[in-house]
């Protein structure tokens, strides 16, 4: 009995500061890039986000809060509805998001 309070104790002391190493990594200018076309999305500290795309024939811009629940990215765009990424990988220079129906986009960071 005193293992499982220990242990619960453990994990919720430890639980929630794990999204915050990714958050921290998260901040900054990131681009995934194809032959014809370029996304750049952008992470700001207070939790603000924008995406630029560009394809062979037309510019996007949206904007939109991010947060940050577990391994999944959640962004709340103005307008549209939320898009959920799982984060597979984010390191210092390079982010890997994924979903079930579109596999996975590597970004690099470029700020």
């Not at 190493?21 to 924008?50: E, M, N, Y």
Request: glycine share 8%; net charge positive.
């Amino acid at each position: 009995m005193l293992r499982r309070i220990t242990l619960a104790l453990f994990l919720a002391s430890v639980t929630p500061g794990q999204a915050e190493p990714a958050a921290a990594k998260l901040i900054g200018k990131w681009v995934w890039q194809r032959v014809d076309a370029q996304i750049t999305l952008s992470f700001a500290p207070d939790h603000t986000c924008s995406l630029e795309g560009a394809g062979l024939d037309d510019r996007y811009l949206r904007k939109g809060a991010w947060k940050i629940e577990g391994s999944r990215l959640i962004i709340s765009w103005v307008g549209q509805p939320d898009e959920v990424r799982n984060i597979i990988k984010i390191t210092s220079h390079t982010l890997v998001l994924g979903w079930p129906s579109d596999g996975t986009q590597t970004y690099t960071r470029t700020e």
